[in-house]
């Protein structure tokens, strides 16, 4: 069974530094996807970077980039120039090959100090 | 509005009454998708649509719960005897055609069952 595994509860950045936050996952299939999503307190699920299992590059997104290691299964996301702004809550994701239903991880809550 | 619109963003109800939640994908996209977020955990898959096939109902957790779409558009999530167990965050993505299939999420609508 396909799973996403975010072992940091809560994380803290100081202001301007940068910041990663962890995710693994496990699947049997070849072929897959991987997202990073923002919740701040709002609610809204706010898109922020996509890796396909294929993509032979990390993925960027202005300040964001996803680690990927395709071997160890982890697709962490680094925030680069940390923003007061940039705290929230964020997801790690793997569509399935099927269907495309997104599988979350339990979330990180990051804060981000001045 | 350009984004996925769910109504009610708030809806208080009694144990035993039926709810309906109204979701509005992004014009022209033909994947829809709804999933429930409890109180500090991730997103549970609930059910999904695409164009004509028949629904990916794998996620509904009882069959209080059932979903539709009508004219490929507008979807409208119902939970018949509201339990209490049923408060949560019920949130809607809808995705274009496209490899990625990225999903692009409403705000929600926060259901409390009392």
């Known amino acids: 069974a396909q799973k996403i595994t975010q072992t940091q509860p809560g994380m803290f950045v100081q202001e301007k530094e940068a910041v990663t936050l962890d995710c693994t996952y496990d699947?049997?299939?070849?072929?897959?996807?991987l997202f990073w999503y923002k919740q701040p307190s709002s609610g809204e699920m706010i898109f922020l970077i996509y890796?396909?299992?294929?993509?032979?590059q990390n993925a960027t997104e202005g300040r964001y980039s996803l680690n990927f290691q395709k071997a160890r299964k982890s697709a962490n996301l680094v925030i680069s120039a940390s923003q007061l702004g940039d705290s929230a809550m964020y997801f790690c994701?793997?569509?399935?090959?099927?269907?495309?239903?997104?599988?979350f991880g339990q979330g990180t809550e990051l804060s981000v100090k001045p | 509005g350009a984004g996925v619109s769910q109504s009610p963003s708030n809806k208080v109800t009694e144990k035993g009454k039926d709810v309906e939640l109204r979701c509005d994908p992004i014009?022209?996209?033909?994947?829809l998708y709804w999933y429930r977020q409890s109180l500090g955990q991730g997103l549970e898959f609930l059910i999904y649509?695409?164009?004509?096939?028949?629904?990916?109902k794998s996620g509904l957790p009882s069959d209080r719960f059932s979903a539709e779409r009508t004219g490929g558009s507008v979807s409208t999530l119902t939970i018949q005897r509201t339990q209490q167990e049923d408060s949560a965050v019920y949130l809607c993505?809808?995705?274009?055609?496209?490899?990625?299939?990225?999903?692009?999420f409403g705000a929600g609508t926060r259901l409390s069952v009392l």
């Open positions: 993505a809808s995705t274009p055609r496209g490899s990625k299939n990225i999903q692009y």
């Open positions: 699947t049997s299939d070849p072929s897959y996807g």
């Open positions: 890796q396909g299992s294929y993509d032979q």
């Open positions: 994701a793997m569509r399935e090959v099927q269907g495309g239903k997104l599988i």
């Open positions: 014009s022209g996209h033909t994947a």
């Open positions: 649509f695409q164009g004509n096939s028949a629904p990916d």
